[in-house]
């Protein structure tokens, strides 16, 4: 015979950990909002529990997560790699294609 955490301990232990699931637990939205936060490395050492803990249950969130980070690594890499001022001849057609649409 299996005996069940609540058998051995009682009630406290549901209400317990009721309480821990309640401080811990954050919706998928929140979760997306924090992965987002700790790219910028803004998160506190809760928060990025919370999160650890959110992508232990939702694989959604957690490839939400590698996206982002794998999005902003080669955004940095890219951006150091482009030159970044337009030719003299490409903004000469922009300008050219402006002043067809006006006329």
Do not use: W
């Amino acid at each position: 015979m299996q005996v069940t955490p609540a058998q051995l301990f009682g009630k406290k232990l549901d209400k317990y950990l009721d309480m821990l699931t309640k401080l811990y637990e954050i919706s998928c939205r929140r979760a997306t909002f924090l992965a987002s936060k700790k790219e910028a490395g803004k998160t506190s050492y809760f928060e990025n529990l919370k999160l650890d803990l959110h992508y232990k249950i939702c694989e959604g969130c957690k490839l939400f997560d590698n996206q982002t980070s794998n999005f902003s690594k080669n955004a940095k890499h890219t951006h150091n790699h482009i030159d970044v001022a337009m030719k003299a001849e490409k903004k000469q057609k922009i300008k050219d294609m402006i002043k067809k649409l006006k006329n």
